[in-house]
Structures are given as structure tokens and as C-alpha cells.
């Protein structure tokens, strides 16, 4: 089922990419994996890493120095890519935050992109495929991203709680339905309907929970992120999980923007958040 297409060892174990065919997206998707060496008959923990707009499954291997905690903590990561590529819609290129590369982890319901712009259900996908191919604990996988991803990693988490256990999140977009990007991304996804971009804000997810990670979410800001007032919203998800009794780190940092610079620079201490939370 998975077809790999490079492999390099990194910190004792390997760095992997692979391919394979998509049930959810009806085409050939793309995703990284890094190994850490694995006892004879053993699994390990995982962590699912989703990027940001305009990123692919490479990204997060390349930028975000996460390999070599991950090794030293016992953790499998997976990165999958941020769309569908090769779906041929009129339009899929024409901007960077809709289309190729800005899936928004959502299943779309409007044509053109219902067809293949399934990325909560592929996220669902990769989730089972993983669990059967590759040395994983079924009972120790969680979940964190980056702005885009980290919106997704967010609802994926909350959504089902019963596959990702632990959840975090670098500057996420954390209330979707009220700024530019996601009324951009929803309403050419999902619809004119706001009340049906509900299910994939996070900030208005968690209103209808009451703690479902009892643990603990994990959330870093910078707050020279050009993006932060406009976009990204993280007071809107903290008053969320305040008002359900949410446990919520919530982590501003002055001078760090919303690139790699900043994830890398606070990478290690959410391996080791998700590491702790899964045992």
C-alpha cells in the first residue's frame, strides 16, 4: 500500500517519504515519516505534524529540528502533505491560501472541490494506514501543527479525542469563521452556510465540549507575528476552553513571528509535552 520514494538515515533511525493512493481524496498523496530505531517487535508512540498554507509533506522534516528529540524520546513522526495535488481544478493555483497547498483539513462539500479536497477524512485515513503499516502504538498517538495545521490539528483532536490523545498547536488559526483566511477558505470549501463552519473551528468546537483533554492543550504565539491580529485569534480559543474548563497553556512570546525560526525554536518542549501525555 505504501509505496516509499527516499529514505535517509537521521539520529539512529531513518527519515522516510512515501506515497500511496488515496481512498478520500481519489489521488496519489504524499506524506513523511520519521523513524526512530524501533526494539525488535516493539512499537512506539506517534505524533501527527500538520503544516501550514503553502507547505508540503517535506516541510516539517526539513525546518523544524524535531528529529532529533523525537529519537531521543521514542517518537514517530508523520507529516502528510497540506492538499491534494494533480485534482486539476480551474483555479487550484491561482492563490496561496485556497487550493494547492490550503486544504484546511476539511472535507469540502462544494463542486468543484467536494471531489477531492477530503483532507479531514484523508487525515482519518492516513491515521488507520499508518497504524498498519508502520511500528505504532494504537494507543499513543497525538497531534499538533502550525497555523493552518495547527486549526487542523486542533479539530482533528477534538473531533476525535478517541485517536489523537494529546493535542498542541504553534500560532494556530484558532477561530477560522472570523477572519480572512478561513471566511476565504470556507465559504469556497463548505458553502455560504456559516452555521457549517462551525465543525471546523476549534474555538467554537470547544463551546460544545467540556474538557476533553483533561491533560492539558499546549499553545505557542509569537507576538511579532505579522498575522496574529488579523488571522489568528488564540484569546478567542483560550476564553473557549476557559468557559468549558479546558486546561490551556497558552504561551506568548515577544519577538518570535509565525516561521520555522519560531516553531524550531520551542519544537523540543512539544515533543516532550506529547511524550509526557502519552506515557
Request: glycine share 10%; charged share 20%.
Amino acid at each position: 500500500m505504501l509505496e516509499l520514494l527516499s529514505e535517509h538515515a537521521c539520529f539512529g533511525g531513518v527519515q522516510r517519504f512515501y506515497r500511496h493512493a488515496s481512498t478520500a481524496t481519489g489521488l496519489p498523496m504524499r506524506f513523511s515519516a520519521f523513524i526512530p530505531a524501533v526494539p525488535s517487535g516493539q512499537t512506539l508512540p506517534a505524533l501527527f505534524y500538520l503544516a501550514g498554507l503553502t507547505c508540503t509533506e517535506e516541510t516539517f522534516p526539513t525546518k523544524a529540528g524535531a528529529q532529533r528529540t523525537a529519537a531521543r524520546e521514542g517518537l514517530i513522526l508523520i507529516a502528510p502533505d497540506t492538499s491534494p495535488r494533480g485534482a486539476n481544478i480551474d483555479g487550484e493555483t491561482d492563490a496561496w491560501d485556497f487550493g494547492a497547498g490550503a486544504g484546511f483539513y476539511l472535507d469540502a462539500t462544494e463542486a468543484p472541490w467536494s471531489k477531492h479536497y477530503r483532507m479531514f477524512s484523508y487525515l482519518l485515513e492516513l491515521h488507520a494506514l499508518v497504524l498498519a503499516e508502520l511500528p505504532v502504538n494504537a494507543a499513543k498517538v497525538g497531534i499538533f501543527g502550525h497555523s493552518m495545521g495547527g486549526h487542523g490539528a486542533l479539530v482533528a483532536a477534538l473531533k476525535r479525542p478517541d485517536l489523537f490523545r494529546s493535542v498542541s498547536a504553534f500560532a494556530p488559526i484558532a477561530a477560522p469563521t472570523r477572519c480572512p483566511w478561513g471566511e476565504k477558505a470556507f465559504s469556497g470549501y463548505l458553502g455560504t452556510d456559516r452555521e457549517t463552519w462551525k465543525q471546523y473551528d476549534a474555538s467554537e468546537l470547544m463551546l460544545t465540549m467540556q474538557a476533553p483533554f483533561p491533560g492539558g492543550i499546549l499553545i505557542d504565539q509569537g507576538l511579532a507575528d505579522k498575522f496574529l491580529e488579523q488571522q489568528l485569534y488564540p484569546e478567542a480559543f483560550e476564553a473557549a476552553c476557559a468557559k468549558t474548563r479546558q486546561p490551556l497553556e497558552l504561551r506568548r512570546h515577544a519577538g518570535y513571528d509565525h516561521g520555522y525560526y519560531f516553531i524550531s525554536t520551542f519544537m523540543d518542549d512539544h515533543l516532550r509535552f506529547h511524550r509526557a501525555q502519552l506515557g
